[in-house]
C-alpha cells in the first residue's frame, strides 16, 4: 500500500479573546477553559492574550509555566501565539524611550519563550528601531513575530508599507504578519447594525449606512457622508455618532489585498461576529479568504477571533458553540482550495 | 460595548450609616497598568460623591484616585474586581440608585501620534442596601 | 460639452410571483399592484405570470390588453417577460401530443405579443419538436423564447445539455435561457432551515443538512447522506422526509456556471429568499452574478423572484420593501463591474 | 409551503340544518385546469363525509368530485375562491373542527418522465358554528 502525505493546509485553533466576556466576569478558570475546548475539538491552536490570561505577565512563574506544559499537554492543545503588546503610554509623564519599549518587548518574549509559543502577535506600535532591538532575541528562541494588520489598516495602508519596507532592511526570517480579517470584510455584521439601532440609530438609516460604508474614502470622510444622510433626513448627530466606530473597526479592502503579503504570513486572526443557520459568516467571505491562504501555502495556525462580545451581552450566545461552527465554515474553504488543487494535479 | 454589562457586580452594594461599598470589574479585555485609571466618578440617587470621601481597593491596597497616577509598574489583572468604598454617604432608602464612571487611558491604542484612546464606561445601577459586614 | 452614454446594464424589475401570498389571498387587484410597484420604484421590468395573473389565460380580451397596456404607460413601467406554461399533462387520460402542446405555446405566444413582451419564459418541458413548431411564429412577432433553467438543474445538466444542442440544430435567434440563481446558491436559506426545525428536523442536524447539501451528487443521493447522518443520531426518517425538498428547490453550481450559456441569456429570474440587515442575501452571492452579467454583455431585464413565500406567511414580511433591499444589492454587482470596466479603460 | 396557510378562507363556515358551506382557496400559485383536482376528502369532528354528499361550487357550477376529471379546457383561477358544501351533516356545537385535503396533478411540473406531480394540502381548521343565509 502506498502511504498517502495529508496535504499541506492550515492549523485551526482559537483565541481566548474569543472569550472575553465569560473570562472577566469569572466564568472560566485557566484549567476549565481549556477542558472545554478541548473537548469542543475546537484545537489545536490555542492563543492567549498576555495580559488576560496571565496574572503575572509580562512575567511567567515557573509555577504557571509548568501548570501551563501540563495543561496543553494533557488535553493535545498546541500553544499557536501569545498576543503581546507595546504599553509604549505606560506612564503618564512621558511615552517609553525606544530601550524601555525594547526591554517591554524582550520580557514578553523570554515569557513566550518559556510557555512553548512558536509566534507572537505584536502590534503596529511597535517602531522601527524597537524591532531591530528585539529581532535577535526572537531569533535566537526561534520565535516569529507577526505584526497584527486590523481594520482600519490593511495589507497595503501606507503604515502598513512603511513596515513592510522596514522588515526588507532588517531583513530577518522571524519578522512576519498577523492578518486579521476585519480589514477585509464585505458587509457590516447585521448584529452590530441592530446595536447601533437599539443605542440609537433610526431603523430607516441602514440603507444610508451600508451604502456610505462600501464607499472609497478614509473612516472619517465616509462617516461623515453616512452623518450628511442623517441630518438630510432629519437626525440629530448626536443619534448617530456611535456609529463612528463601525467605519473603523470594520475594514472594506478587498479580499485579494492579503495576496501581497502572503508569504510574510506567520499568524492569521480570523476575525468573526456571526454565523447564521445557514453556516456563513453574513460581514465576511470566510471560505475565500482560507482558499487563498491555502492556495498560498499557508500551513500554521488560524486563531478563530470571535469579536460579537462587543455587541452580544454574555450569556445571548455560547462562543464555544459559535467557534465549532465557524471552523465548519473555514474548513469548507479549505476543502475547495485542496480539492481544485488535487483536480489540477490529475490535469497536469 | 458590553463592558458596560459587566462593569459592575451585581448585588455587591453593602452598606452602614458610616460608609458604604460595592464592586466594580475593570471594562476592558485586558490587564492594565493602574496608570491607565485617569477619571473616577460615583453618584448617589443623583448626588456626586466627593473625590475626597472616595477610595479604592485592588491588590490588597487602599488607594485615592491621585494614587493611580504613578502606578504604572502594577496591574489591574481582568478577573479581579476592585472594591469602591465611600464614606459619608447620605442617607438610603430600601435600594441606591450608584452611577459609575471610568475613564481609562489605553497604553496600548492610538488614536494619533503619542495620544493614547480614553474610554468611557458610565453605567447606573440599582442596588439593594443590605448591611455592611 | 461631450455627451455621454450612460454605460451598457441590466435593467431590474420583478416577477410577480414574489407577490404570490398578497396575489392568492386578494390583497392586491391589478391596479393597485402596478400601482404600488411604481410607487417603490422597483421596475421597470415587470414579469407576470399568465396563469396566475389573467383569468382567461391563455386568452386575454381585448379589453384586458388595453387596460394593460394603459396601466404600464400609466405608471411608466415596461412588460419585460410572460411566463408561460406547457400543461402537457393537462388531460387526465393522455399527455398532449407534439401538435397540441405546440398550439398551446401558440395561443400564449399570441397573448404575449398582444401584451407587448418581447420575451416569453418557457420551461423544460418543451421538447425539441414542439420548440421547432412555435419558433417561426416567435420570429414574426419578434418574441425571445427563454428556456427556464432552475435548481436542480444547471447550466451544465445534462437535460439543459440536450436543449442547447436542439437550439443549435434550430438555429434561431430568438431561442435562448432564463437562469433562475436557485441553480447557484452557496447555501440553504436560513429561512428554510428555520421551517425545516420548526415543521419536525432536529435543530441539532444543522450542520449535517449544510455538509450533506454542499456535498457533489445528485439531489437525492445528497439527501440520503443526510437521512443516514440523521438515522445515526437516533432521528427517524419521517422526521426529516419533508426535508428532502430542500436538495431539489436549491441548487449547488459555482456561480461560473452561467458563463457558458451567457451570449444566450433572453432574461433572467434573479431568485431570492432573504436580505439581512447588511443588505446581502445569506444564500446566494447576488452582486457576484450580477457582475458576471454585466461582464457578459447582459443588457436585458433582471426579475427579481422573491421565493421566501414558501416559508413565510403572508403578512410576515412585505415582499416589495424586500424587492427594494434587493435591487439595492444588484445595483453593488452592477457597480463594480462598471468600476472595473472604467479602470481598464482608463489603463488601456 | 404557506399555501396551507392560505388554503381555508377565515370565518368562511355557514351551515343549517341539512347542509354546510365553506370557502377553500387553489393552493397553488398559478391557475390550474380543473382536471388537476384528482382528490377531496373533509371530515368534520373527525368524522370523514361521504363523498355522495360533497360538492364543489366554481365558476359558477355546483361538481361532484368526479366530474372534475373531463374539465382539462376550464381553469379554477388563483384569486377565486371554491364552496365546500355538504348535504346531511351530524349535529354541530357551537364550534366544529373541520380537515380538509385536496390533491392536485400538476399539468406542467413532471417528477419522471410523463408522470405529474401531485401536491397534498391537508389543514384542520376550527371554525364558529354560524346560521346559513
Ligand atoms: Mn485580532
Ligand atoms: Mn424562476
Known sequence: ?348 | MTFAGTFIVEDSLQADDQKLKYKIRLPWYRSLPLSSVTNLEVGLDGVPVDSKNLRVELNGKILSLEEFEPLWDEYWFVQDNATILIEGHPALGDAVEVRTRINLRSPYIMVAPDQPLITNTDVTTTFPVKGAN
Open chain 1, 1 to 348: 500500500m502506498a502511504t498517502t502525505q495529508p496535504p499541506q493546509q492550515p492549523k485551526l485553533g482559537l483565541t481566548f479573546y474569543s472569550l472575553t466576556n465569560e473570562w472577566v466576569s469569572g466564568k472560566y478558570d485557566l484549567e476549565s477553559l481549556v477542558k472545554r475546548v478541548a473537548e469542543a475539538g475546537i484545537g489545536p491552536g490555542v492563543e492567549i492574550v498576555g495580559f488576560a490570561t496571565i496574572r503575572s505577565f509580562p512575567e511567567v512563574s515557573s509555577d504557571f509555566v509548568k501548570s501551563w506544559r501540563d495543561l496543553l499537554d494533557k488535553y493535545e492543545l498546541e500553544p499557536s501565539c501569545l498576543a503581546i503588546n507595546i504599553d509604549s503610554a505606560l506612564r503618564r509623564d512621558r511615552m517609553l524611550t525606544e530601550d524601555e519599549a525594547a526591554d517591554y518587548l524582550l520580557r514578553q518574549l523570554e515569557s513566550a519563550h518559556k510557555l512553548g509559543f512558536p509566534t507572537v502577535r505584536t502590534q503596529m506600535g511597535a517602531t522601527p528601531g524597537v524591532i531591530a532591538k528585539v529581532v535577535p532575541t526572537a531569533e535566537k528562541y526561534g520565535i516569529k513575530m507577526g505584526m497584527e494588520i486590523h481594520a482600519p489598516e490593511g495589507a497595503a495602508s501606507p503604515s502598513v508599507l512603511r513596515v513592510r519596507e522596514a522588515y526588507e532592511k532588517i531583513g530577518s526570517p522571524v519578522l512576519g504578519f498577523t492578518p486579521d480579517f476585519s480589514s477585509t470584510m464585505h458587509s457590516l455584521p447585521p448584529g452590530q447594525i441592530e446595536a447601533f439601532i437599539r443605542d440609537g440609530m433610526a431603523r430607516e438609516l441602514v440603507a444610508d449606512l451600508n451604502a456610505a460604508w462600501r464607499l472609497e474614502g478614509t473612516p472619517l470622510d465616509r462617516f461623515e457622508f453616512f452623518a450628511e444622510a442623517a441630518a438630510a433626513k432629519g437626525y440629530r448627530r448626536n443619534s448617530i455618532a456611535h456609529v463612528q466606530m463601525g467605519f473603523n473597526m470594520f475594514g472594506r479592502e478587498a479580499v485579494e489585498s492579503w495576496q501581497d503579503i502572503l508569504p510574510q504570513v506567520v499568524h492569521v486572526h480570523s476575525k468573526f461576529y456571526e454565523i447564521d443557520e445557514a453556516g456563513n459568516e453574513p460581514s465576511i467571505d470566510v471560505p475565500r479568504i482560507m482558499e487563498l491562504l491555502v492556495d498560498g501555502g499557508y500551513t500554521g495556525y488560524v486563531s478563530s477571533e470571535w469579536e460579537g462580545h462587543v455587541f452580544r451581552e454574555a450569556n445571548e450566545v455560547d462562543p464555544i458553540e459559535l467557534i465549532q461552527r465557524h471552523h465548519r465554515l473555514e474548513r469548507r474553504g479549505i476543502e475547495a482550495a485542496l480539492q481544485k488543487q488535487q483536480k489540477h494535479q490529475v490535469s497536469a
